[in-house]
């Protein structure tokens, strides 16, 4: 049981490039969400979806685009990567009626 | 706006000693949740408990207790015999009513010694 999983676990990308990081999660949960990691932060939360074809901004929502077309999947993307984009970034679903965050195991991501 | 405090950036301690991380949060919804989440050496994120706000009793689970006190607004975690694979960082969060939006804390590392 994959549980979530996030692609790639590292990326090292040049300002302005863009990429996708890959979220999938087979718990059929409905909720999805991006947060991500930085030193003396916590974790701040990005994006979130309730559902398929319906997502929403979280606390740092600039620089990020989601979107839902299933289940399963959560893609998040950098159009133009900067170097405050430097972080680890984490995927997490949860389940109906628990409080629980399933995180993946991160992506870790580097612009120069 | 919701917020979360732990104001122990890192703290250190011997094997078999006992360790308390604070943890106090701000908001304006009377129905709440709180978390703790623990990010050991390897990265991944694991769920230690979930508290509602209106169950205010403290748990025990096994070596690990949690002092939830409305009052002061704060949701205290203790180690108790503490353990080299407790060595870690810990994360205490408040979760909205519909619990979408998780607000985490800065995060307190602790490091265990043999």
């Known amino acids: 049981n994959a549980g979530v999983t996030q692609t790639p676990k590292f990326q090292v990308l040049k300002t302005g490039q863009s990429m996708t990081l890959q979220c999938a999660q087979d718990?059929?949960?409905?909720?999805m969400s991006w947060y991500r990691q930085d030193p003396g932060m916590g974790l701040r939360l990005i994006h979130y979806?309730?559902?398929?074809?319906?997502?929403d901004q979280g606390e740092v929502p600039n620089g990020y685009n989601v979107s839902r077309s299933t289940t399963e999947d959560f893609p998040l993307r950098l159009l133009s990567a900067a170097p405050s984009q430097t972080s680890v970034y984490f995927c997490a679903t949860r389940g109906v009626g628990t409080g629980e965050l399933f995180f993946g195991e991160g992506s870790r991501l580097t612009v120069l | 706006a919701q917020k979360v405090t732990q104001a122990q950036t890192e703290i250190s301690v011997v094997e078999k000693e006992d360790v308390t991380l604070d943890c106090v949060y701000e908001t304006r919804d009377t129905t709440y949740y709180l978390f703790w989440y623990k990010q050991p050496p390897s990265g991944e994120l694991v769920f230690l408990i979930r508290?509602?706000?209106?169950?205010?009793q403290n748990e025990i689970s096994g070596r690990y207790s949690w002092n939830f006190q409305k009052s002061t607004s704060s949701f205290n975690f203790t180690i108790t015999a503490s353990q080299v694979v407790d060595s870690a960082v810990y994360f205490c969060?408040?979760?909205?009513?519909?619990?979408?939006?998780?607000?985490f804390g800065a995060g307190t590392t602790v490091t265990v010694r043999a």
């Open positions: 508290r509602n706000s209106f169950d205010e």
């Open positions: 979806s309730v559902g398929a074809g319906i997502t």
């Open positions: 718990m059929n949960h409905e909720y």
């Open positions: 969060a408040l979760g909205d009513l519909n619990d979408y939006k998780l607000s």
